[in-house]
Every structure is written in C-alpha cells, then in structure tokens.
C-alpha cells in the first residue's frame, strides 16, 4: 500500500492559479488527480505514468498540467486559469503496479488514496 499526503490547496479568485503536490511512500507507475464537489461524484482531472503520459479530462484541458518527479515520488498539479467550477476536494491517487500499461482517468482504477486538499474558486 502507498501513503499519499497531498498539499497547496487553498482559495484563490477566479482566473488565478494553484499548485498542488502529492508525497507518495514508494513509486507507482500510474498516479492522478481527482476531485470531488459538494453532492457530485469523484471524476478524474489527469493521470501520468512512469512513462510520463498523460491523460486530461476535457473541462481541464489546456489549462491545468500534471507531472511526477519519481525520484522524490512526488505528484503535482499545476492548475492555472481557474473557473469556479474548478472547487472541490482534490485526491491524490496511485494504481497498484511499477510498470507498464496504460493509466486509466477513472477512479475505479486506483487502489490507494490520500485524504484530500480542499480548493476553492471564488467568482
């Protein structure tokens, strides 16, 4: 199992920009972001792999960026250009496997996750 601790939330005004990180114990090679808003359910915002593929949702793409520093096994996300539909809880999460295949954006394909960093987007 991967702990993962995720960091950098917080308010900002529409427009503005956040960058979240995530601390994992150990590598894996699929990780993501995802979110959650008050009464909707979890959806995929972007996933890496090991490889360094990504795969963005459509509502984020081109304005917010995933990557991976695997030597620190560390997960970030560079949101920039937010909207007030951007607020929710953001997860950190990590598949099961070190290598190979293709990352999945939907949640049901990974395995361990952090508690959440709240980001809200004030108009």
């Known amino acids: 199992q991967v702990q993962l601790v995720e960091s950098g939330g917080g308010s900002v005004q529409a427009g503005g920009s956040l960058r979240l990180s995530c601390a994992a114990s150990r590598y894996r090679h699929c990780m993501g972001w995802f979110r959650q808003a008050p009464g909707k359910e979890r959806d995929g915002v972007a996933v890496i792999g090991g490889d360094g593929r990504t795969t963005y949702a459509d509502p984020v793409e081109g304005r917010f960026t995933i990557s991976r520093d695997s030597a620190k096994n560390t997960l970030y996300l560079q949101m920039n250009s937010l909207k007030p539909e951007d607020t929710a809880l953001y997860y950190c999460?990590?598949?099961?496997?070190?290598?190979?295949?293709?990352?999945?954006?939907?949640?049901?394909?990974?395995?361990?996750w952090g508690q959440g960093t709240q980001v809200t987007v004030s108009s």
């Open positions: 999460a990590a598949d099961s496997r070190v290598w190979g295949g293709d990352c999945t954006i939907s949640p049901q394909g990974f395995r361990d």
